[in-house]
């Protein structure tokens, strides 16, 4: 399988681009609107045909490129079916299961930071939005985000994957590129040797300033980025 990993520098964003090799039939997960041209150079020189892009919420801090996509490509768009985001030519829905060639998307819905969160489950990899970061998670505190929730998701849904699962977080602030559930679970702050209690109080005292593009962000990401 062929696997691409884009960082956007601005916000601190990966994107994900993978590709079964047999069918050249690909998937974009997260794209952020400011890299549409790199991602469409990376289909067009590995001659990928571009089936899905999937975006794990609707973000707070990037525009997505869902949208220029499907234009450009014709591929569909998904997010999980609690969004708002009308847009989206696929409704996700929790076990689901999406197909590029031979590969199997699982959809596992990891709700906390937004309620309309989805992680992808391919192969030996999870791509966590930012449900699951690295020796982190993402805020609860803004877009109808609960800390009980995102504590239920990432030990019910995350934790309970084979302890080598690869994960790939939406974002990284320190340029940390993968983890695995096992290291999360033994090292990850956020949830050592915490109770949901704990981690509650512990997510509702971070004091996070807003993300500058909020205002601009999800109304245009509620519109698969085209507004």
Known sequence: MLFHQFFDAETSTYTYVLGDEASLEAILIDPVKEGLDEYLSYLKNNNLKLKLSLDTHVHADHITASGFLRE??????????????ACASLKLKDGQQLRFGQQTVKVLHTPGHTPCHASFLIGDRVFTGDALLINGC????????????????????????????????????????????????????????????????????????????????????????LK
């Open 72 to 85: 450009k490509t014709g591929c569909e768009t998904g997010l999980h079916e609690s969004s708002k985001a």
């Open 138 to 225: 993402g805020r609860t505190d803004f877009q109808s985000g609960s800390a009980t929730q995102l504590w239920d998701s990432v030990q019910n849904q995350l934790f309970t994957l084979p302890p080598d699962t690869l994960v790939y977080p939406g974002h990284d602030y320190k340029k940390m590129r993968v983890s695995c559930i096992q290291q999360e679970k033994d090292l990850n702050p956020r949830f050592l040797r915490q109770t949901k209690d704990s981690f509650s109080e512990l997510m509702a005292n971070l004091k996070l300033a807003d993300p500058k593009k909020i205002h601009e962000a999800v109304p245009a990401n509620e519109a698969c980025g």
